[in-house]
């Protein structure tokens, strides 16, 4: 089998003078999973590994860095799959904790659920052993304040039209992490982690956590989505990859097919990553950036803003 893995930072329209810093984020994140694949180590294990990297930088919107909900504090959403056995874990609307990735793992691995969400996942996380960790950042709270002063300006007359908002300032959004990989054994995984969109509603719940929307792993396909996670529940894309593929469509084209279906719907700010069982990674996007990293067998780490 040869071993793969793709990861992606977020899709959307990221800030002049950051595209260098998300680049090599992702080249960084996507080496430490390819060394664990590498020493014959799992899928699972590379994936969280690759998401536990970006949810420790900053710059990504999962983990520490993660943006502010309307009341100023972070809810997490996060979800963990693997091929062997359809074993899935996931977490919603987690506060305080520095890798929610290893929380949603932590229910697929130690409880007969699929996911736990506020305080219930909170009250895990610690019994569990992951201790309080504030994930606010100076930075995420100024952009979160900036925001609240200009409630008419930033929602105003679009707050019944998000969709439209969105396509006009898609910087708005925030970018989800994920990994997507397969090992020597043929295994696949996915990981997905993010704290939401900027200001959201308390208790907003988008695709990531959701197996087959923002995220899933099946014996063909592993795959991650990120964007306007409304329209990738919508869609159930992630699942709809994976379909495409075991009726016949190469990996390439069963995105393709899956990201075109959601711009004639939705008009959909959204961007999806995918590995198959051979070994082929895949990344497009609708929005202008998406970075993102890949490996596949023996080759070096590609890494890019955009496709």
């Known amino acids: 089998m040869t071993i793969a893995l793709i990861a992606h930072g977020g899709a959307g329209k990221w800030r002049p003078g950051s595209d260098e810093d998300a680049v090599r984020g992702l080249q960084v994140a996507v080496e430490t999973g390819r060394a664990i694949l590498a020493g014959g180590g799992r899928a699972i294990d590379a994936v969280c590994a690759t998401v536990v990297a970006l949810e420790d930088n900053p710059i990504y919107n999962a983990g520490t860095g993660a943006v502010l909900n309307f009341d100023g504090y972070c809810e997490l959403d996060a979800c963990v799959m693997e091929s062997a056995g359809a074993r899935v874990g996931a977490v919603s609307g987690l506060q305080r904790v520095r890798n929610p990735i ?3 793992r932590r229910v697929m691995e130690d409880t007969d ?3 736990l969400t506020g305080d219930g996942a909170q009250r895990f996380a610690r019994v569990m052993g992951f201790p309080d960790h504030d994930p606010v950042t ?3 709270r100024a952009d979160w304040f900036d925001k609240r002063n200009r409630m008419d300006e930033v929602l105003g007359e679009h707050a019944h039209k998000m969709r439209r908002f969105l396509k006009e300032h898609p910087e708005y959004a925030g970018g989800t992490v994920g990994a997507a990989a397969v090992d020597a054994s043929g295994v696949l995984a996915a990981a997905t982690s993010t704290g939401g969109v ?7 719940v988008g695709d990531s956590p959701v197996p087959g929307a923002g995220n899933y792993a099946s014996a063909r396909v592993a795959a991650s989505a990120t964007g306007t996670g409304e329209f990738v529940l919508r869609s159930l894309a992630t699942r709809a990859i994976s379909e495409r593929v075991e009726n016949g469509a190469s990996l390439a084209q069963a995105v393709a097919d899956v990201l075109g279906r959601m711009g004639e719907d939705f008009d959909a700010d959204v961007g999806l990553i995918a590995v198959d069982d051979r070994g082929v990674p895949v990344a497009m996007h609708r929005t202008r950036d998406m970075p993102h990293a890949y490996f596949t067998g023996d080759g070096a780490v590609v890494s890019r803003m955009r496709v």
């Open 102 to 104: 290893l929380v949603a």
């Open 138 to 140: 100076p930075e995420r």
């Open 198 to 204: 900027t200001l959201k509603m308390v208790g907003r």
């Open 113 to 115: 659920h699929v996911m």
